[in-house]
């Protein structure tokens, strides 16, 4: 997904929202997608927990 930069200006409330989001693409999101995207999440996360563990208990078990 690209970066789109917004400038809030406090003073215009109208610029709160814009850039928010794609409504059109979230109202086209479905139940399905949602699930395989929370999947997809949950499955890093579990490997970034591993990576991370592996790494510390190297550095422990290895100290010289």
Do not use: C, H, W
């Amino acid at each position: 997904m690209k970066t789109v930069r917004v400038t809030i200006d406090p003073a215009v409330p109208a610029s709160i929202a814009q850039g928010r989001i794609d409504p059109a693409r979230v109202d086209a999101t479905t139940e399905d997608e949602i699930a395989l995207q929370q999947a997809v999440d949950e499955a890093e996360t579990v490997q970034d927990a591993a990576k991370s563990d592996r790494g510390d208990s190297y550095a422990v078990f290895n100290k010289r």
